[in-house]
């Protein structure tokens, strides 16, 4: 069995390519849409970036031009207050200080001032902020920080604007930095640091949290996430649909490549069996032929023979031997599928034992066959005992195969119980098992034992079919197969079968009853076979009718034609040379004959169907006398029959 169930590897290189090239696709399908992402990140965060540094520039713009104002007037007189004092920076101007005529202390604002009043307003609220800062700076508070101190040395240098991404209190700001440039309005307060007009006095650093702008981002970013993620998606649906396509495309070709001579020879096994199947009909039919010789001459010797112990053992003898012809006919037939399955109860011993001692004589002496019936009782199942027969042969073939070094092969029967004492006093199920001591299956390859061409043995050792048919089998008799096995200690196919009411098995002998006779009546009878028909003829002459004989259809339509008045009776072979009995018995329809008819044939696959527009009996050879004597007599004298 292991030679059978071993795992099978077919080079497909092809197929591996193309799944390699799949694979890559895929690859490079996801890296396309990650970097057509990461893109669309990085522009977002660039337009981020962006929105923030437009907003630090507008910030520092609308700053400049309130300082611009502020200059060009000279600075602005405001009230003094706590929040608002004087400007010790601005103690040597000599109007800093004035006095509304309303009494009201008033003190001069320069743009400066004002640019830091403002800033101190805006550290109390979220937002932008900006920090006016110079590298001589007259107040500390408008020191600058590091990155504005670099900032200041890059306008030293040229600049004329700095901006980068800062954290500022754990949160990342855009800081934007532009250069003071000194002018006339500036030097009425910063002339004494040294500056002239162009100098770079300092300058005003704007800082805008990027959460805001980092908040459109990330919704832009997750509806760009959802696009891409449909795209993908989408390629990737294409390129598992055309892969598909193209992956079955590949491996129908590749495995026509790979298993060309399989299939080759699966043409020819197939071949061989529709000839097997050809032959089976034929042979059957000229078997069947002989057989009906056999029988029906074997009545006229039993009829004609005086009784005597030593004739009627010979006789028996002889029916027993062309019974189990006919039965070996059948079984070719259905092994053929010319013939369907006849379910009947079966007693499953009477079925197995001649199989056993069958297997005894067919398998190697190396292996040996025990038998053990663990059945109370006969075993009654409703089924064809030859399609269970060719269960066991298949199942043995591969315990043979399984055990290249001999073994044993054990059949076993036992019953399943009824489950109470309340069910019916039968069996529930029937149980036949087969176990080898062979070296068992791979568990990776039980479930795929009764694939149908699944096989493991070397090419021309075995067509992948055995287990397929005995599964079929058993399932078409509504029971189950199971199976167990344990590498290095052998298998066991367990077959498990509804049981069904016994017949009886004793039935007292038939009284011996003479078949009805006929009156005299006129019976034409057309078979081609000359022993067939001179066996039939013999015998229903004895019968005391009077037969017309012919060979073929052509001369039985001229023995019609001169005596059909006195014809009671047509008995015609459905294999006639030239016209089958079929149609002779059509023609005799057209022409509005009613005459009653049987139709006989040793072929088992004729069409009942065409029969129903000719109220023909049929008759499957091989037949015996009584069957033959009781048909003729019910078409000739249905009155009697009914009576």
């Not at 405001?78 to 103690?91: C, D, G, R």
């Not at 990027?210 to 981002?217: A, G, K, N």
Request: aromatic fraction near 4%.
């Amino acid at each position: 069995m292991p030679q059978q169930m071993g795992t099978t590897k077919t080079s497909l290189p092809q197929v591996r390519r193309f799944n390699r090239f799949l694979h890559l696709l895929i690859v490079a399908w996801t890296l396309l849409i990650i970097i057509s992402f990461a893109r669309s990140w990085v522009q977002h965060s660039r337009h981020a970036q962006d929105l923030a540094r437009k907003e630090a520039r507008s910030r520092f713009l609308m700053e400049m031009a309130y300082r611009q104002w502020v200059m060009r007037l000279g600075g602005v007189y405001v009230p003094v207050t706590p929040q608002t004092p004087p400007n010790p920076y601005l103690a040597d101007i000599p109007y800093r200080d004035i006095r509304a005529p309303s009494g009201t202390l008033l003190t001069l604002v320069n743009s400066s001032y004002m640019t830091r009043q403002v800033s101190e307003l805006l550290q109390a609220s979220p937002g932008p902020r900006h920090h006016i800062t110079s590298l001589k700076p007259l107040r500390p508070e408008n020191a600058p920080d590091e990155w504005e101190a670099q900032a200041l040395r890059a306008f030293a240098d040229g600049a004329t604007e700095v901006s980068s991404i800062e954290n500022q209190n754990q949160q990342p700001h855009m800081r934007l930095m532009r250069p003071l440039i000194t002018d006339e309005n500036c030097l009425k307060c910063h002339a004494r640091q040294g500056y002239q007009t162009g100098d770079v006095q300092g300058g005003i650093s704007v800082s805008v949290p990027m959460q805001p702008c980092q908040d459109v981002m990330r919704a832009e970013l997750s509806t760009g996430f959802m696009i891409h993620g449909l795209l993908w998606a989408c390629g990737m649906l294409g390129l598992w649909q055309g892969g598909r396509r193209l992956r079955g495309s590949i491996l129908e070709r590749e495995r026509a490549a790979a298993e060309q001579a399989a299939l080759r020879e699966q043409l020819h096994q197939s071949q061989k069996m529709e000839a097997i199947g050809q032959l089976a009909g034929g042979v059957a039919h000229d078997f069947n032929n002989l057989l009906t010789v056999i029988l029906l001459n074997l009545d006229i010797m039993e009829s004609r023979m005086p009784i005597c112990e030593t004739v009627s053992e010979a006789a028996t003898t002889v029916r027993n031997a062309a019974e189990q012809a006919v039965g070996l006919t059948r079984s070719l037939l259905i092994f053929s599928r010319r013939l369907p399955a006849e379910k009947k109860p079966v007693r499953l011993q009477e079925v197995i034992q001649p199989i056993a001692s069958m297997l005894r004589r067919l398998l190697p002496a190396s292996i040996e066959v025990v038998t053990d019936d663990d059945a109370k009782s006969g075993l009654w199942v409703h089924a064809d005992a030859t399609q269970l027969q060719q269960v066991v042969i298949n199942l043995a073939i591969n315990a043979r195969d399984a055990m290249p070094e001999g073994g044993t092969l054990h059949i076993r029967l036992w019953a399943e119980e009824a489950a109470s004492p309340s069910d019916l006093p039968l069996p529930r199920h029937a149980c036949l098992s087969v176990s080898d001591t062979g070296m068992g299956i791979p568990p990776d390859v039980q479930p795929r034992l009764f694939e149908p061409f699944f096989s493991t043995k070397p090419r021309g050792h075995g067509t992948g079919l055995g287990l397929a048919i005995v599964q079929s089998i058993v399932e078409n008799h509504d029971g189950q197969i199971q199976v167990q096995s344990q590498l290095g200690k052998g298998s066991t196919f367990t077959i498990i079968l509804p049981c069904t009411a016994p017949l009886d098995i004793v039935q007292p002998a038939p009284k011996a009853i003479q078949p009805p006779r006929g009156q005299g009546e006129t019976i034409l009878l057309i078979e081609d076979n000359e022993f067939v028909r001179d066996s039939i003829g013999e015998m229903l002459r004895r019968l005391g009718y009077d037969v017309i004989a012919e060979a073929d259809g052509r001369a039985g339509a001229q023995e019609w034609q001169r005596q059909h008045e006195r014809i009671r009776l047509v008995i015609l072979d459905m294999d006639l040379p030239g016209k089958t009995g079929l149609e002779c018995l059509q023609s005799l329809r057209e022409k509005g004959s009613s005459i009653p008819a049987i139709l006989i044939s040793g072929r088992p696959d004729w069409n009942h169907a065409d029969l129903s527009d000719t109220g023909a009996t049929t008759l499957q050879k091989p037949f015996r006398a009584d069957q033959l004597a009781e048909t003729v007599y019910r078409l000739l004298h249905p009155a009697d029959m009914q009576g």
